[in-house]
């Protein structure tokens, strides 16, 4: 599952997970100074070259994840000078945390995971129960890692998230606003004013939009009609048995393995070559389980066996198998295995695909699921699947079945296709599919058209309200009351008041600013309505009722909410870099 939250992380925060990728990179050194075996340096920091190759990997590796395709010669470039920026980000990060001596624990990073579950998380395929967010089985995984493994994203959160969060608060406190600044906040959002709101209907205004406006809109916006590509299967699986011939040949292979444990191959080492099992990958390891949950034979098999020691070859259902003791509990045993199937030769096995094709003819006429109960054969369902998900226990069938699954537009019933791994025919159908990135273009043409002709109206109401004053500035009431257009008295509103179901916060300031400094009035666009503040009278409210603290933070929020992308901008711009190891 680690690929799987990955890829939810680059969806949901790209510069974060492209930074958890170079963790490493900071690494100061007593060692004596090798130009070759850094790739660079930044503000001083040594980038180890082989630290950066592993960084340019990842994004090599995100690149073809999110387009399923290599990059060519331009993007190759775009691609290093990502890396490095990316290098040169998490070098500043790491300096502030350390001067700012932030520090969080392992409870914090749980906490902020529990409360606020991030979007990309909520949306996943593993945390869906018909169709809803599971709550209760995403705490299961932050607290327990089971059933789903959360290292990769509660390390992500200890090492940047949370970290970031704090360094945020600090810089928030000390930096970005001067002092007369927040002076001049305090007195306005202090205030109480007078304001009369002329309103300019944009929904009167005829406008007209093209579909090449609409289609070059939508391209432009691809991003916001990002789905994910997904399928649900139903399906069967045919064993196919092997012959005595297969059954000899696996014998033999599974005695020539024998004795080359008895002849002291380290048991790992075998397993990694010559396994057929999934845990071949991981020395053979089967990790703790249940011995009651062992076949009988292989029970009695381990039961004698002290640490290290391994069982002679054990004949199971359709494989050989030897089993190795590495620890055990009361109730549970690790193992090493070594597993050796009984494999079909090519004339088994296509005959049993005769059978398999007879019943897909009848799945064609009763569907496949009555098909199958006339066969007496399982009928399983995937659920919901993605190209990241292994529902199935051969990853290559899952792989071949998804992919077929994406060139279709509407259910079906596939192919048989054969799983070397498990030696078994599948039989599936493809039960609904929805193989796009975005939503087609024809799906929300509609939707795109309305709102663009909406942005037209409020563009030309906006335009013609700043028309307006500029010729009716003396005298705007007595000219807005001649032409009747609606107006809205509104007497000692405060910052925190509203105008019907309209919040004034973000706009009240400015405003206010522009009167104290006899500033003609800018109309503003608000929840679709255009309208032309005039005010008339302010005064102070007394007491305060807001303090600095609350001036600071609708500072950061309203006025200048892109505050620490800048910071981080010009920190960049600042850093001092060095690069020695030229790609591409």
Known sequence: MMHVYKRLIHCGTVVLWRLGAILSILAFTACAFQKDQYAGSVNGVKIPKQEFINSLRGHFASFQLEKERVPDENEKVEINRKTWRDITIHVILMKYFHDFQIQVSQQEVVDTLLNNVPLYI??????????????????????????????????????????????????????????????????????????????????????????????????????????????????????????????????????????????????????????????????????????????????????????????????????????????KTKAYVKLNEIVIRVVPDSDTIEKAKLDVIDIRDLGLQLGLNKAATETSHQYRKSGVVTKQDNWYPDPEICAYLIDRAYTLKSPAILEPVYSKQLSTWILAEVIDVQPYKHKPLLSVNDSITILLEKNKRETYALTYAQNWIAQNRQQPLIAAKAQQLDIVSTSGLKITDRIGQTEVNTYFTDILRDYNTKKQPKPLSINGQVMLPIVSKVTPVTPAALNEIQVRDYYFEHVNPGWFDQWLENEIAKARKEIWFKYP
């Open 122 to 327: 909520k949306n996943a395929p593993v945390f869906q129960t018909n169709g809803s967010f599971n709550k209760g089985l995403y705490s299961q995984s932050i607290l327990n890692n089971t059933p789903q493994d959360m290292t990769f994203l509660k390390n992500h959160y200890f090492k940047y998230y949370v970290p970031l969060a704090k360094l945020k608060a600090e810089l928030r406190a000390s930096k970005f606003i001067r002092q007369s600044e927040v002076k001049e906040l305090t007195n306005l959002m202090n205030s109480a004013a007078d304001i009369d709101w002329i309103f300019f209907k944009a929904d009167k205004q005829q406008v007209k939009v093209s579909q090449a406006e609409t289609e070059a809109w939508y391209q432009s916006h691809l991003s916001d009609f990002e789905i994910n590509p997904y399928a649900s299967f139903g399906y069967l699986a045919f064993p196919v048995a092997g012959s005595e011939a297969d059954r000899a040949k696996a014998k033999t292979r599974i005695d020539s393995v024998y004795n080359d444990i008895k002849n002291g191959i380290p048991f790992e080492k075998i397993a990694e070559a010559c396994s057929m099992s999934s845990t071949a990958a991981n020395g053979g390891s089967t990790g703790f389980v249940q011995a009651s949950s062992l076949p009988p034979t292989v029970q009695n098999a381990i039961n004698p066996l002290n640490k290290g020691e391994y069982t002679k070859p054990i004949l199971l259902k359709d494989m050989w198998a030897i089993y190795q003791l590495v620890d």
